[in-house]
């Protein structure tokens, strides 16, 4: 019954990961390939945690 209002970790990263990408193509547009990467890269890592969490829910 408590577990109604607890934020669902995978959705939470999901959104961080859209807005980490997006973020990304801004920089990439404003012509910060620095940045880019350095946003990519956390965007990357992001992903893996993703892809972790979902392999734990598939067991």
């Known amino acids: ?7 669902d ?23 910060d390939i620095r940045g880019y990467a350095m946003i990519t890269e956390e965007a990357e890592a992001l992903y893996k945690e993703i892809q972790k969490l979902e392999a734990e829910r598939q067991k």
């Open 1 to 7: 019954m408590f577990g109604l209002f607890k934020s």
């Open 9 to 31: 970790p995978l959705k939470v990263l999901q959104k961080q990961y859209s807005a980490k990408l997006e973020e990304g193509l801004q920089a990439q547009r404003n012509g």
